[in-house]
């Protein structure tokens, strides 16, 4: 398959350019390509062409290979910023709970010495509520602790970033195998002082940060969920209906340019917008069916495809927003999840556990809150959180625990800036909200609030 330039215009095209000369070399790695040509006024040949990806110089190859290792250093960068906002207000609420816990403690031991001007049910309820707390003090300290390993690391890759950087002007003056083993193991630091931080429950959802304004009013666009993982590659599917294009990113900087992408063209076209990447391979809702399909991009295959029972198509029950929305696939810290919903369960929202190699169904929950009236939803932490409208003015208004088969009504705020959602989804892996928000790609911090039982876990 061709890999394409920047074209100005393409988003709004549903043809790729096609070139008029493929090329003027053998390989398009060794020689210059054209992939437009016209004719002037005055008779000259105007050409559009690309220069060879690498040259024949090893200068230049390293050169590209440091630019490629900045590119990761920065992406770490922006988790790092990511990490830092997604912590902020836990970390605040970690520093009132200490203050509070310590009141507690002296007013007890003031208590213990004075116990005989207390009547005996104040002192243990005192006392119970002491020992309910005490299970804080070492996730407190193991807070206190992480908040410090992240300055450590932003310090790291604020000093990598500044070799990096000059490395770019005075070509070979470093190792760059030595330089790539210190990025992943920063990045391998990185994503084990994210999964530390464990699963919580959703408090807040920042305000969006638009990344990019391309494509039509509705469509998808993710990054892989899998964790851990090193692939930075971006996926983007434009519109809802029997779509067979995806494209793929090298990178989330290369997605906000427009450059470097490849195409697969899918061998079944997709209904809606609730598509997932996880672990390399695409999960989709095969058109005009409940088939789920699963696309594996490396092999450029179809590896299983399923139906899923019973389950609603075709706009049957679609979220408040239609574009046959019916079933969505989502991934968080537990795996492989579709949302749909069946006749048998009078169009309420059904949740199920998939197997994400098989396609089979392993537990399902119905939640009791209808499809068409939820604007879409998204999962954390084995938690379905529905929102009330796809419009302006939207909240998170509804949580299913499928851990204790309960729910309950929220009211966290969403700042819908552009008035249309069409896909919203959790990425366990960076731990933000992915939305497409007509036309607009956007994301959002969540902070998690980490409910702490009385044996002390997380």
Known sequence: SWEFPAHPGFFGNSELPIPIFQTLFQSPDEGWQVFTSAQAPDGKCLCTAVIPVQGSCSRDLRSLQL??????????????????????????????????????DSRLRVASEGHKALNARSFQDLKEKMRELLPLLPVLEQ???????????????????????????????????????????????????????????????????????????????????MTPSTDSRVWYMDGYYKGRRVLEFRSLTDFVSGQNFVQHLLPHPWAGTGHVVFNGSLY??????????????????????RSLAGAGYNNTFPYSWGGFSDIDFMVDENGLWAVYTTNQNAGNIVVSRVDPHTLEVLRSWDTGYPKRSAGESFMICGILYVTNSHLAGAKIYFAYHTNTSSYEYTDIPFHNQYSHISMLDYNPRERVLYTWNNGHQVIYNVTLFHVINTAGEL
């Open 67 to 104: 630019r490629q290792l900045l590119e990761k250093v920065q992406n770490i960068s922006q988790s790092m910023e990511v990490l830092d906002l997604r912590t902020f207000r836990d970390l605040q609420y970690v520093r009132n709970t200490e203050a509070l816990m310590k009141g507690l």
């Open 284 to 305: 989709y809702n095969k058109f005009q069916s409940n088939v789920a399909v699963r696309y594996h991009f490396r092999s450029r295959s179809v590896l299983v495809q």
């Open 143 to 225: 807070y206190k602790a992480d908040s410090r390993l992240i300055v450590h690391l932003k310090d790291e890759v604020r000093n990598l970033s500044g070799i990096l950087l000059a490395i770019q002007e005075e070509m070979g003056a470093y190792d760059y195998e030595e330089l790539q083993q210190r990025v992943l193991l920063l990045e391998a630091r990185l994503h084990a002082c994210l999964q530390k931080l464990g699963c919580g429950k959703l408090t807040g959802v920042s305000n969006p940060i638009t990344i990019r304004a391309s494509g039509s009013r509705f469509g998808s666009w993710m990054t892989d969920t």
